[in-house]
């Protein structure tokens, strides 16, 4: 079966001041890249705007109208230091989250094995009722909710490798053993979550936290002893994988030394239980990579993995 991409150009119209990492160009990389030769049999859909009733799935309705509200009709305004609106931030944000409600129905209903959601803003870092770190809405919590509330999944497993601590999708489950949330990311690095002991209510909340200057051989490390035996013990009915692309060595934000193939490597690891236990049923969802030529380099690899070209190293 096919791979989906799911894309959007509001993603675009999401302004950020100047030099602020988190900024169109790098949806443009993204795109350039999966316009080469090699990707033209990915299925390619437009990310819808998502419903108050999927939105609401993670984030209480009071804030939801709250983000809506402080949209500004000109002219950009801060949330916290690092998060910013501009006029066409909230479609982009509601077509990020959107984006990820379609990929699970689409690989949920068999019409593609799995999907990658290039969108922006990022996700990751809104908690339930608080937007922070580049982020509004959560996608990959949204995702994982609407994946048990409309198809019946009883139980979703989120990989987070982004190298920053979703702090928020940590929030949005700590109380919630249907859902495992296993993560690897640089300590210390902002938010400052994300320690080892930290492991929610059910167990469920899995954190392998990687020292600054960490690379590829210590994220296989961390995902063969400890991320990959709790997800298979775990044995999800989908998979959802925060795809932050900012461990990457070239990346200006943090202080990992991944490379591409690093990435293609779990995104086969987690295709391999993906097949093992939930039919193949995988949805990515862009997070951080804000160098663009790493970003390109690190998306076109895992699209590959996706597309099922074996290009590990």
Not at 32 to 45: N, Q
Not at 120 to 133: N, T
Not at 272 to 289: I, N, P, Q
């Amino acid at each position: 079966m096919p791979t989906l991409y799911v894309t959007h150009p509001a993603a675009l119209a999401h302004q950020t001041p100047l030099g602020h990492p988190e900024r169109p160009e790098r949806i443009r990389a993204v795109e350039g890249v999966l316009e080469k030769e090699r990707f033209a049999s990915l299925i390619r859909e437009k990310a819808p705007m998502a419903e108050m009733e999927s939105l609401t799935l993670a984030h209480p309705e009071h804030y939801v109208i709250g983000i809506r509200d402080m949209a500004p009709r000109e002219g950009l305004i801060r949330i916290d230091e690092d998060t910013v609106m501009s006029p066409g931030t909230y479609e982009a944000a509601l077509r990020a989250a959107g984006g990820a409600v379609l990929a699970v129905d689409e690989v949920m209903s068999g019409q593609v094995r799995n999907a990658f959601v290039a969108m922006r803003p990022p996700g990751h870092h809104a908690e339930r009722s608080r937007a922070m770190g580049f982020c509004f809405f959560n996608n990959a919590a949204i995702a994982a909710r609407h994946a048990q509330s409309r198809h019946g999944a009883e139980r979703v497993a989120i990989l987070d490798w982004d190298v920053h601590h979703g702090n928020g999708t940590q929030d949005i489950f700590w109380r919630d053993p249907t859902v495992m949330y296993c993560s690897t990311h640089e300590m210390p690095l902002y938010p400052g979550t994300g320690a080892a002991s930290e492991q929610g209510e059910c167990g469920t909340i899995v954190n392998a936290p990687l020292a600054t200057g960490s690379d590829g051989a210590a994220f296989r490390e961390a995902m063969e002893t400890i991320v990959l035996p709790r997800i298979e013990a775990f044995s999800p009915d989908l998979i959802v994988i925060s795809a932050g692309f900012d461990a990457h060595w070239r990346d200006p934000l943090a202080g990992l030394n991944f490379t591409e193939a690093d990435f293609a490597w779990a995104t086969w690891k987690m295709m391999d239980l993906a097949d093992r236990f939930c039919g193949g049923r995988l949805v990515s969802v862009l997070e951080g990579g804000y160098d663009l030529e790493g970003l390109s380099k690190s998306v076109a690899a895992h699209v590959d993995a996706l597309m099922g070209r074996d290009m590990r190293s």
